[in-house]
Nanobody
Framework: QVQLVESGGGLVQPGGSLRLSCAAS????????MGWCRQAPGKQREVVAI???????TYADAVKGRFTISRDNAKNTVYLQMNSLKPEDTAIYYC???????????????WGQGTQVTVSS
C-alpha cells in the first residue's frame, strides 16, 4: 500500500508560479512511475506529467515548456514546478504512483487527496 500526500496548491495570478509536492510513504519499493493528473470542474481527469524511476519524463502538450516534473528519491517526493500559469490551468491536481508507466497511464495506481490550484486575477 502506498500513501501519497500532496501540498503546494493555492491561488495565483496569471503568469505566476507554484510548486506542488507529493510525498510517498508505505510500499515505496513498488513505485516505478509517479506523476500528476488534474481535473477541472465538469471535465475529465487528464494527465499532466509523469516521471519514471529512471528519470524519463512525459508531459501533456498543454503544459510543455511551462511545467517541470522532478523527483527526490531520498525524500520519496515528486515535485511539479508550474510557471507561466494560465486560468485554464485551474483544477484540482492529483498525484498518482504506480508500479509501471503503463499502470500509471491506465490511472490504476495509488492516489493522493488532491490539491486545488486556482489561477485568477
Amino acid at each position: 500500500q502506498v500513501q501519497l500526500v500532496e501540498s503546494g496548491g493555492g491561488l495565483v495570478q496569471p503568469g505566476g508560479s507554484l510548486r506542488l509536492s507529493c510525498a510517498a510513504s508505505g510500499s515505496i519499493f513498488s513505485i516505478n512511475a509517479m506523476g500528476w493528473c488534474r481535473q477541472a470542474p465538469g471535465k475529465q481527469r487528464e494527465v499532466v506529467a509523469i516521471i519514471t524511476s529512471g528519470g524519463t519524463t512525459t508531459y501533456a502538450d498543454a503544459v510543455k515548456g511551462r511545467f517541470t516534473i522532478s523527483r527526490d528519491n531520498a525524500k520519496n517526493t515528486v515535485y511539479l514546478q508550474m510557471n507561466s500559469l494560465k486560468p485554464e490551468d485551474t483544477a484540482i491536481y492529483y498525484c498518482q504512483a504506480a508500479p509501471s508507466f503503463s499502470a500509471w497511464y491506465r490511472l490504476s495506481g495509488s492516489w493522493g487527496q488532491g490539491t486545488q490550484v486556482t489561477v485568477s486575477s
